[in-house]
């Protein structure tokens, strides 16, 4: 019977995609049953006629109860396959698969991402290229506050992303929303390849994305291009000059010289792509970052990729829905009707925030885009839990050291506003994966809040809940109340404009929390260079006293190399064999601190007086 039952229940899925209407014939339910599936079960927008990839197929399958049959001619041949189709699968993208007739696709501008370390003139090139080739009265104007803008060389368009670093544009591209085409390299021509610009470098072949370096501040007498170009072969960057087939400009931002050059370049490499899409459809986007405005709620600037995008047009991003009240072009002023692929745009009308990275999707039913949303909402909450409980048996773990000894866990905790929700996403995401542990603790951040917007007065109320909080403001401000309210409570904020000045900030405190210094003015060290046990008074530090001088009853802490392996207070200080209250540099002497002996030689003592 058991046989039969399986049988009865063992389907077999061809090779490769299918329709969902194919796949319901397989099943043997009703399309509209599986599209209500996809959409309350997997958070997948699919309509009749769209294909849908081989392990949403399955997913499906087992969804309704049926078992899926291999081929066990195939099942080896094809694991890689299977595997490859996972990553770009329906379930991981929110979206069926549409591919569009290649009739229906005609050329589009490419998608730009500048990156580079952020000390070698990435915003300077960002405003040349503006101040050079967009006017004021241009939809393709830019602002501090828009992530995205168009520029023209020859009424041929090209579109500027401005993401908020390297972390952020990694997190797009792994939540399937990989809008650049090709990414400009900026390295500074007097300083060099640094550690960004090889990040940013890791990032876009990662990517999958091609690189056009630009090398800047050209005009400085210190200006080394051979250098930079020397540098970049060692990451494998090899330009055209060298034998290679990366394109480069030599420019500079500041003198505005051969910038176009450098946009010639960018369209020679959009040519070699060959870039196309289809116009004539419902549109399908990226979000590039949101910001809730003051009269016009959130506000998403989005990169539409395919079809055209219209005031009216229902939509669904993530886990937020809505219906398109007003389209903003990049300069923040104007209001459009529709806008085409490769134009970035500010969309109003979300329920909600959406989260950079996001992919945007119009349809055709409003009630579909709610419970879709709402399905998502679900099954992102559902995941959080799991994530949780999974950190959480991670934590009890990592508390207990590979021999067993337990290690006290602290944690440091912080407020996240930034001026748009991508670049929340990006500092959070960095910020919570930096750990420090010694022998003794570990610490790790937890933030408490992250959002776009101004610092308010809710913010600060949720830092003074737990000890020693920081916020941190990047690229926003804080309201005159949440001002008032901090000072008062004695919580700092701390304004950043470049996010890896807040990383650093972080670490360094993550570092004291780490190893905490003790209360007081330090006031000198000592060096143990024998230990004594001097019968009931324990172990006794023979030490010499290096710089100023060591006070009876101070509070100390001991060093061995570069760890602080203890916190007390000076209980006996002899010289010679006298009890003394104080010993000065140069001064030899007997140290016994309060609940700790295992001195070693080399250890440092350093004292603090209140």
């Known amino acids: 019977k058991e046989e039969a039952r399986v049988e009865r229940l063992t389907v077999q899925l061809p090779e490769g995609a299918m329709t969902l209407q194919e796949l319901a014939e397989i099943v043997d339910e009703k399309p509209v049953g599986i599209i209500k599936f996809l959409m309350t079960d997997l958070g997948i927008f699919a309509s009749m006629t769209q294909s849908l990839d081989p392990a949403t197929c399955v997913a499906v ?55 580079g370390h952020v000390d070698h003139g990435k915003t300077s090139l960002l405003d040349a290229l503006r101040d050079t080739k967009v006017t004021a009265n241009e939809a393709g104007g830019i602002t501090q506050n828009i992530a995205a803008y168009q520029i023209e060389l020859r009424d041929q368009p090209i579109t500027f992303i401005d993401t908020p670093g390297h972390a952020a544009f990694t997190d797009m591209r792994q939540r399937g929303a990989n809008v650049t085409d090709i990414v400009i390299l900026v390295v500074a021509a007097d300083d060099g390849v640094m550690q960004q610009t090889a990040d940013s470098i890791a990032c876009a072949r990662q990517a999958g994305v091609p690189l056009v370096v630009a090398i800047n501040k050209i005009d400085l007498p210190t200006a080394n291009i051979e250098r930079v170009k020397s540098d970049l072969t060692s990451y494998d960057v090899l330009t055209e000059d060298l034998g290679g087939d990366v394109l480069f400009a030599e420019v500079s931002a500041k003198e505005k ?45 989005t990169l539409i990729q395919k079809g055209t995008i219209k005031i009216g047009d229902i939509f669904v991003a ?30 109003v009308g979300f329920d909600g925030v959406p989260a950079a990275g996001d992919v945007l999707v119009v349809c055709d039913d409003e009630a579909m885009a709610r419970t879709l949303a709402e399905s998502r909402s679900k099954i992102s909450r559902e995941k959080d839990a ?58 790790t951040i937890k933030v408490l809040v992250s959002e776009s917007g101004d610092v308010t007065k809710s913010d600060v109320a949720i830092a003074s809940v737990s000890e020693d909080t920081t916020i941190l403001a990047y690229n926003c401000a804080a309201t005159f109340a949440a001002g008032e309210d901090a000072r008062s409570l004695g919580i700092p904020i701390e304004y950043y404009s470049i996010v890896y000045d807040a990383i650093e900030s972080v670490e360094s405190r993550m570092q004291e929390v780490l190893s905490p210094t003790p209360e007081g003015e330090y006031v000198g060290k000592a060096i143990v260079q024998e230990v ?28 061995r190399g570069d760890k602080i392996i203890a916190v007390s207070q000076v209980r006996t200080l002899r010289n010679f064999k006298s009890e003394v209250d104080s010993i000065e540099e140069g001064d030899e002497c007997g140290i016994g601190l309060i609940d700790f002996e295992t001195f070693e030689p080399e250890d440092i003592i350093e004292s603090y007086v209140e």
């Open 532 to 559: 004594f046990n001097i019968g009931g008074l324990g172990n006794i530090a023979g030490s010499k006293c290096l710089d100023g001088m060591i006070r009876k009853g101070s509070n100390v802490r001991v060093m």
């Open 318 to 347: 993530g886990t937020t829905s809505g219906r398109v009240k007003a389209l903003i072009a990049s300069d923040g002023k104007t209001r459009v009707k529709e806008a085409g692929p490769s134009s970035p745009i500010g969309i």
């Open 386 to 443: 799991a994530a949780y409980q999974a950190g959480l048996m991670q934590s009890v773990a990592a508390t207990f050291a590979a021999d067993g000894k337990f290690k006290e866990r602290r944690e440091m905790c912080v407020v996240v506003k930034a001026d748009v929700q991508g670049s929340a996403e990006a500092l959070t995401r960095s910020l919570q994966g930096l750990r420090l542990e010694d022998d003794e603790a570990i610490v």
């Open 257 to 301: 010289l051969n910038l176009d050059d450098l946009l010639e370049k960018v369209l020679l490499q959009a040519e070699i792509l060959d870039l196309r899409a289809n116009a004539e459809r419902l549109a399908q986007g990226a979000v590039i970052e949101a910001r809730v405005q003051k009269g016009l709620g959130t506000v998403a600037t």
């Open 61 to 115: 399958v087992e969804g309704f109860g049926k078992i899926v049959g291999v081929e066990e001619d195939y099942e080896d041949d094809d694991e890689d396959e299977d595997n490859d189709s996972d990553e770009e699968s329906a379930l991981e993208k929110g979206y069926a698969i549409d591919e569009d007739d290649p009739s229906t696709l005609k050329p589009r501008p490419p998608v730009v991402t500048i990156m």
